[in-house]
């Protein structure tokens, strides 16, 4: 079973627009992680935030981490067509092999 | 630089055939892990490496066996291919760190395989 669900599973919204999707987990983190993929790509990181952060920013995104009700948010402000996407989260612990990839966040921008 | 490439990009098998898929990587990395994709599911685990010489299994190794002879090259092998391996697979890089949780992974562009 996946250790991550991620909601909502798809989001359309039109450019210029905020894009909020979340994460939530079940055990213990190490650090958390999104990436995106493009339809038919590798996935590619995002941003990384360590279980003892509660807020990160790069550029348009903003990534939180709420360790008690073990839940990450992804937002990305001011949309752009560019940002349609799938959005992944991961979930990194100190076990060996329990790497864990969330279902995705489908994310659809129209001009 | 190419980063991560895999080979080959696209393949269909037939029931019990074999087949290796090769990924390599010139970012000199630790770690190379192995994952498959499938529709409405995040990416899982089959195996990782942490150096040269080294694998160990992930979330979902049955049927799979990888090598890692040399550092830049993480192999995986289907000895006898089903349609449950039908899936899109990706293999990723990540520089030496604390456990897994070692940080941004660089993937290749994946593998789409079809088992008839």
């Known amino acids: 079973s996946q250790q991550g669900e991620e909601d909502p599973q798809a989001l359309s919204i039109q450019e210029g627009e905020n894009a909020t999707m979340n994460c939530s987990y079940k055990?213990?983190?190490?650090?958390l992680q999104w990436y995106r993929q493009n339809s038919g790509r590798g996935l590619v990181h995002l941003i990384l935030?360590?279980?003892?952060?509660r807020e990160k920013h790069s550029g348009r995104l903003r990534v939180t981490l709420d360790t008690s009700k073990k839940s990450s948010s992804l937002l990305i402000t001011a949309s752009r067509a560019a940002d349609t996407a799938s959005y992944f989260c991961?979930?990194?612990?100190?076990?060996?092999?329990?790497?864990?990839f969330g279902a995705g966040t489908q994310v659809v921008v129209t001009p | 630089n190419a980063g991560v490439t895999q080979t080959p990009k696209f393949r269909v098998l037939k029931t019990g055939q074999s087949m290796t898929l090769l990924c390599a990587q010139d970012?000199?990395?630790?770690?190379m892990y192995w994952y498959r994709q499938d529709p409405g599911m995040g990416l899982r685990l089959i195996h990782y490496?942490?150096?040269?010489?080294?694998?160990a299994k992930g979330e979902v190794p049955d049927g799979y066996n990888v090598s890692r002879l040399k550092k830049q090259n993480f192999l995986l092998g289907l000895e006898s291919a089903a349609p449950s391996q039908t899936s899109v697979y990706f293999c990723?890089?990540?520089?030496?760190?604390?456990?897994?949780?070692?940080?941004?992974?660089?993937f290749g562009p994946g593998t789409r395989l079809t088992v008839l």
């Open positions: 990723a890089s990540s520089q030496r760190g604390k456990g897994l949780a070692g940080g941004e992974q660089f």
């Open positions: 055990t213990s983190i190490n650090n």
């Open positions: 935030i360590r279980s003892n952060e």
């Open positions: 991961l979930m990194t612990t100190d076990s060996w092999g329990k790497l864990q």
């Open positions: 970012m000199n990395h630790e770690y």
């Open positions: 490496s942490v150096g040269e010489g080294t694998t």
